[in-house]
């Protein structure tokens, strides 16, 4: 496999609109593949890193 450029992009996107990229899309050789946004929208967890203290200290769950 060759190693691909983490800014290229493919010619497909996810369902928001945004282009998948090369690197993740051939690895998985998958059409239907979500950004990293949406795939941790998608199982639950939030789209972001938000810190542990932070999370804590909002009273919000932590995942282990």
Same mark, same amino acid.
């Given at each position: 496999?060759?190693?691909? &450029? $983490?800014? &290229?992009?493919?010619?497909?996107?996810?369902?928001? !609109? #945004?282009?998948?990229?090369? %690197? *993740?899309?051939?690895?998985? %050789?998958?059409?239907?593949?979500?950004? $990293?946004?949406?795939?941790?929208? &998608?199982? !639950?967890?939030? +789209?972001?890193? @938000?810190?542990?203290? #932070?999370? *804590?200290? +909002? !009273?919000?769950? @932590?995942? %282990?």
């Amino acid at each position: 496999m060759n190693k691909q &450029s $983490y800014e &290229s992009q493919s010619d497909y996107f996810c369902k928001c !609109g #945004k282009p998948i990229k090369m %690197n *993740l899309f051939s690895k998985k %050789n998958r059409k239907d593949l979500l950004c $990293y946004k949406c795939h941790r929208i &998608s199982i !639950g967890k939030p +789209a972001h890193h @938000v810190p542990r203290r #932070k999370r *804590l200290d +909002a !009273g919000l769950p @932590v995942h %282990n």
